[in-house]
């Protein structure tokens, strides 16, 4: 472990909406220089079935959920425990090392609406186990403030990926977010950011209907079929693609019954073949982000991805053919690898709220203010 001062080191935990696993990373952020944070380390856990298919069940109303809920809480604390005591192993770097470790949760609902968003986590848990600060509940402060509290990543896109020129940047989970990133010099210009529907959660829920295993691998299958222009027309009428940001959204919204809705209006006999479906899904996903940075920001000089959508080569490709001439490539290419960024936008907003630094932008999640996010558990 290189000889760094407690001060700079974070830890970031991530779970997000594809509910593949945690994301952990161990980071340090220079004072000043480029860049301006270090990953020290990644691992990534893999959720247990038995977990995975609680939380998944979690999504929807049901029997017996807040119990059920408590158990599944507990049990994503200590794998997220887990995952951080494998980091500092990998890194040589204890506990004490550590400042505070930004813990996400996992959202199971998200109703800004209603003004409310769940993000399960126990993180009394976690700071018992690992023995550092953990911030988490980073939404709710956003929410109280009148904002989506989402997306919340666009803060920490805007510190490491501006540019001379304007940018996109697009991060592919289970929903897809955009930030739009004003060009270095208009300092007076603000940041945009919003969710613009979703990213791999109706690819994955299809793969996982047809074919073994939860998600459409480097979007080998979806490469096999065909895109039908019937299902992309009325998968894109869908009200929330065309309404105005601030905005954000999740399963609530797309989940088996709106896909099943929308194919039963475009293919009502069921002729299409399922890989056609699977091409279609990949295409509408592509598509809403391209039509999403065409709207807010035409001036993009070029569109940056990250997230697990980064890998699935497929999607990559109908998002350049969608985009074009816009250059589309992926974080990796700027230093940081697509499945890092938001566990580190997480060690980020850890290191916000302990300095008393907001870390929203009312201009992308409507708040009124910009608030210091998340509550501190003490080690």
């Not at 860049?35 to 049901?62: D, K, M, S, Y």
């Not at 954000?248 to 073949?273: M, Y």
């Not at 230093?335 to 709220?353: D, S, Y």
Request: hydrophobic share 45%; with cysteine; aromatic share 6%.
């Amino acid at each position: 472990m290189r000889n760094e001062t407690q001060d700079d080191i974070y830890i970031g935990v991530m779970s997000g909406t594809s509910l593949d696993g945690i994301d952990a990373v161990l980071a340090q952020f220079p004072d000043s220089g480029r860049p301006p944070v270090r990953l020290l380390a990644h691992v990534h856990h893999t959720f247990a079935e038995e977990l995975r298919a609680a939380l998944f069940a979690l999504q929807r109303p049901g029997e017996d959920e807040l119990h059920r809920a408590a158990i599944a809480a507990q049990h994503f604390a200590r794998g997220a425990a887990q995952a951080i005591a494998e980091l500092l192993d990998r890194a040589g770097c204890s506990p004490a090392q550590v400042r505070a470790a930004g813990v996400h949760g996992q959202t199971i609902r998200h109703r800004p609406d209603a003004g409310y968003t769940i993000q399960l986590n126990a993180p009394a848990v976690v700071a018992e186990l690992t023995e550092i600060d953990v911030i988490a509940d980073f939404r709710a402060r956003d929410i109280a403030a009148g904002g989506e509290g989402a997306p919340l990543v666009p803060a920490f896109h805007d510190a490491v990926f501006r540019a001379d020129h304007p940018r996109a940047i697009v991060n592919i989970g289970g929903i897809a977010n955009i930030t739009g990133l004003p060009a270095r010099q208009s300092a007076n210009e603000a940041v945009l950011g919003f969710d613009c529907g979703p990213g791999n959660v109706l690819i994955d829920l299809w793969h996982a209907r047809h074919r073994a295993g939860p998600c459409d691998r480097d979007g080998a299958w979806a490469a096999q079929g065909r895109t039908d222009p019937a299902l992309l027309a009325t998968l894109l009428d869908e009200p929330f693609l065309s309404a105005p940001p601030p905005k954000s959204t999740g399963r609530d919204l797309f989940h088996a019954e709106w896909l099943d809705r929308n194919l039963a209006q475009a293919d009502p006999r069921g002729h299409l073949a399922a890989v056609d479906v699977q091409a279609t899904l990949t295409r509408f996903t592509a598509m809403t982000i391209a039509n999403a940075i065409r709207k807010t920001q035409p001036s993009a000089g070029d569109v940056v991805v990250c997230g697990g959508g980064a890998y699935n080569a497929t999607l990559m490709r109908m998002l350049r053919e969608e985009c074009a001439p816009i250059p589309v490539f992926d974080s990796g290419t700027m230093g940081i690898a697509p499945e890092h960024v938001e566990g580190l936008a997480f060690a980020w907003l850890a290191r916000a709220h302990l300095a008393r630094t907001a870390g929203n932008l009312p201009a992308v999640t409507g708040a009124r203010h910009p608030r210091v996010l998340g509550a501190r558990y003490p080690r």
